[in-house]
């Protein structure tokens, strides 16, 4: 196990005593401290009340290892007629990457990489749409069980004061009937291409042919509940 990885559990054992409830963080050990929170929606639950604005946000785990991707889409915060879309994708840390020096970011390779992009009305009211049509706001699929080295999307939003939660794990038909991803990755604006979903090899999930990969690797299984995650507990 590397330094980088023990500092890391370190001082994520010690930040449990914070809670593990997604308070917007964008730092990775925060991120990691309220993953399922973040995963489930349990933010956009929490203060999903009557008059409150619409919320989307959709998480697709690509082998958490290997990519993870994230899309919050948020209406009300910015002029009227648009909607703020905030995309993030990571990916493996690159630890030679890390600067040194005072005002040096030592958990930047761990952060992703971020793009923000305006939507307009109409683009928002087709996200909407096209949600709906994959079944968004139906009865999620209770009991499927979510692991960190599958293909998945996991989609939560708040419209109109009603909250909604739902899952679609490849390989099946829900997930290739599924066509939000084509609008969210025609909006994102970070550059990184899509790990698109494969039967991958246990020897390339955990990392043996790149012993660097494998190193310090979470690994953790989720459970779909009646409206969210259930039996959540932190990473660490």
Not at 66 to 88: I, S, W
Not at 129 to 145: D, H, K, Q, S, V
Request: charged content about 25%.
């Amino acid at each position: 196990m590397t330094t980088a990885t023990l500092i890391l559990r370190a001082v994520g054992a010690l930040l449990l005593l914070a809670g593990c409830a997604y308070q917007g963080a964008t730092d990775p050990l925060s991120r990691k401290l309220s993953w399922y929170d973040y995963l489930g929606g349990g933010d956009i639950k929490s203060a999903c009340v009557e008059g409150a604005p619409d919320r989307y946000r959709f998480v697709y785990n690509a082998i958490y290892s290997e990519q993870v991707r994230t899309y919050d889409v948020q209406t009300g915060v910015g002029r009227p007629g648009e909607t703020l879309l905030t995309a993030r994708v990571i990916g493996p840390p690159q630890l030679g990457s890390v600067p040194i020096g005072e005002a040096a970011d030592v958990l930047g390779p761990w952060r992703g990489k971020i793009a923000q992009t305006w939507l307009r009305d109409a683009d928002v009211a087709a996200l909407s749409a096209t949600a709906r049509e994959a079944g968004l706001f139906a009865p999620p699929p209770e009991g499927l069980r979510l692991h960190s080295d599958r293909f998945y999307w996991t989609a939560a939003a708040c419209e109109k004061g009603k909250f909604a939660f739902n899952a679609y794990l490849w390989p099946s038909e829900r997930f290739d009937r599924l066509q939000v991803p084509k609008l969210l990755f025609a909006w994102d604006q970070t550059g990184v291409r899509v790990n698109p979903p494969r039967k991958a090899t246990a020897l390339e999930i955990h990392g043996r042919v790149t012993p660097e990969r494998g190193e310090g690797r979470l690994e953790f299984e989720v459970e779909v509940g009646d409206n969210g995650l259930k039996g959540t507990r932190p990473l660490f």
